[in-house]
């Protein structure tokens, strides 16, 4: 019996999306699509809002000690990122599993961020589920305690 092709399964997005961008992330020397989405999560949310990782250029024929452009939005960070250079190498090659990148070169502009998606307003709470949170919050005596139950159980009523 021979297997079937499936062609017209329902698949996330996000599968996609590696196998999409890796031809335009290749050109740059981004093996990887997850150097770019995840790069908050390697340098941190301070460095991540003030940097952003260009491209990187490997030695003729090698996929491993790279150079990383890394274009920084000001001159003071950009000279705190020179003696901060062995620490974030170190970050990156442990998110790639290996010595990919060896030494980052800086350059300095702007840095592009997408903005945050704006957060839809919430529903305003029902008169009556109100009224049955404060009854139930109502015999806390500690007010910080109190405040804080308040806004956990709106929270949880409106979803």
Same mark, same amino acid.
Do not use: C
């Given at each position: 019996?021979?297997?079937?092709?499936?062609?017209?399964? !329902? =698949?996330?997005?996000?599968?996609?999306? *590696?196998?999409?961008?890796?031809?335009? /992330?290749?050109?740059?020397?981004?093996?990887?699509?997850?150097?770019?989405?995840?790069?908050? #999560? !390697?340098?941190?949310?301070? /460095?991540?809002?003030?940097?952003?990782? *260009?491209?990187?250029?490997?030695? #003729?024929?090698?996929?491993?000690?790279?150079?990383? &452009?890394? +274009?920084? %939005? %000001?001159?003071?960070?950009?000279?705190?990122? #020179?003696? /901060? *250079?062995?620490?974030?190498?170190?970050?990156?090659? %442990? &998110?790639?599993?290996?010595?990919?990148?060896? =030494?980052?070169? !800086?350059? #300095?502009?702007?840095?592009?961020?997408?903005? @945050?998606?704006? @957060?839809?307003? =919430?529903? @305003?709470?029902?008169?009556? +589920?109100? $009224? @049955?949170? *404060?009854?139930?919050?109502?015999?806390?005596?500690?007010?910080?305690?109190?405040?804080?139950?308040?806004?956990?159980?709106? $929270?949880?009523?409106?979803?």
């Amino acid at each position: 019996m021979s297997a079937t092709v499936r062609r017209h399964q !329902i =698949r996330a997005v996000g599968a996609a999306v *590696e196998r999409l961008m890796k031809p335009i /992330l290749g050109a740059r020397g981004f093996g990887a699509a997850s150097v770019i989405t995840q790069w908050e #999560q !390697i340098v941190g949310p301070v /460095l991540a809002r003030a940097t952003a990782p *260009e491209r990187i250029a490997y030695p #003729q024929g090698e996929r491993g000690n790279g150079t990383l &452009h890394l +274009k920084v %939005s %000001s001159a003071s960070l950009a000279l705190e990122l #020179q003696h /901060l *250079e062995p620490q974030m190498i170190e970050r990156i090659n %442990s &998110h790639f599993g290996y010595r990919a990148v060896a =030494r980052l070169r !800086i350059l #300095q502009g702007p840095v592009k961020r997408p903005e @945050a998606p704006k @957060a839809k307003p =919430r529903p @305003a709470l029902a008169p009556e +589920k109100r $009224a @049955a949170l *404060e009854r139930k919050v109502g015999r806390v005596t500690d007010p910080d305690l109190q405040e804080a139950l308040r806004r956990l159980g709106e $929270a949880i009523a409106r979803d």
